[in-house]
């Protein structure tokens, strides 16, 4: 299992424990994940709130790169994941679309490779029962909700390896872990994370919401994997006055209960300390 | 929850309704204002203007009333009406092509900083490749007058080295700086976007 591996720009910074705990739990399960040399910024929603065309190129050079060297492109962002899916789809089928995107980008394209989600790949590629083989210390009554979010799921004719109202993915690899996953009806959710810098009092009412659902739910915890999702539940949940709620990627989870190094260099790197519920649970 | 008479008649401008239909690539005239995506709308309470009565402004050809809402700047993205509705309406795609349209006319006094993020954001990726975080957060504080909200946050991150202080490094930034001149021009040639 090779890709090009696309990290996007959070990962390197804000979600930067992301970035480590992709890499770790992929090198572990045999996913080889090869930077793409030189990827630059899919554009994110300000690409394509303001210029259409922009949002295309921007997303499309990094495409291009990747079909140079002929692999399909692994992301652990959402919203890279969407436009890159999306940059692909607007000109696969439309030979006036693709023309334009390679005169902006000035490289040749044809949409040959795919773009795959890494919750994805190791749900439906690696599988669960791989996955609960290499378990070695089970997250035992750990309770969790699975906050998957906007773009791992929708829209479902762009993305969509899963179900766009109950998706199960993220749900089957925690209880894979051991982990008690609870149901609940914030999984789809939107956080307001593209509103996270421009708007604030409005992120913050929606995670208020959803971190109010998941704590009724009976949750600990929830787990996400979208950097800007993670992002904004931290910091918003930081300003109100419940209990805050920590906030994992799937990944870290993966990494503990598969007992990686570096796991615990992960964690501290969140705002909402996770630590004295694990040691809570003996983890 | 407000409505909008479901029978309007055409009092618009016509040609804005065709321009949307044809730009954003999305049949909005299958509306029939069940008001699903209005229900679903996470942000719809920020909102002047719900969703579906959006989409009946450019049914009906309102230009003005659609190009200066707040709600084409408020609308998260979060593709949650178009995966719902019952005829298959791009809301997000009619978004954008509202948004485009009301940055070309200039007419963005209710998203105005949402707008300076927007452009800070693509600033930065001009310069550097990728987002430079640190700078897109001072450069907002400075352009919003904002210097204190968020002050002990940021620099708890600096700190946990979640902010770079350094810029990122790309070799062929040059690549990605002709993709925006190449937009710039077409603009300036006054191509739709
Ligand atoms: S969900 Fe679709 S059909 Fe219903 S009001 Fe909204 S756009 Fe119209
Ligand atoms: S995409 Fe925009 S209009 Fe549609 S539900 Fe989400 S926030 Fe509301």
Redesign the interface.
Known sequence: MKYAYYPG??L?????EYGRSVRAVCAHLGIELWELP????C????????????AQ??AG?NLALAERVGLDIAVACPACYLRLRSTRKEVKDNSQNREELV????MPYEAKYDTRHLLDIICNDVGLEELKKRVVRPLEALQLVSYYG??LV???EVVGFDD??NPQSMDRLLAALGAEVRDWSGK???C????A????E?AG??VAEISEMARQAGAQAMVTACPLCHSNLE?RQ?DGKQNKLPVFYFTELIGLAMGLDGAESWL??H?ISPFSLLASHDL | MQYVAKSVPAIGDTDFSSEVKEASGTNIDRCYQCLTCSLDCPVAFAMDYLPHQVVRLVQVGLKQEALTSATIWVCANCEACATRCPNDVAIPRVMDTLRAMALRERVVEKGKDIVVFHHTFLENIRRWGRQYELSLLLQIKLRTRDFFSDLRLGLRMLRQGKLKLRPPRLKDVAGVRAIFRRIDQSLAEGERT
């Open positions: 720009c959070s390197e910074t804000t979600a930067e030189d990827w630059s910024c554009g994110a929603s300000s690409g394509h709130s303001t210029n259409r065309r922009l190129a921007l050079r005169r902006l980008i000035d906007c773009y929708r829209p479902p766009p109202e789809v959710s939107c307001g994370g593209s509103l810098l421009s708007r604030k409005v009412r929606l910091i930081a501290k790197k705002l």
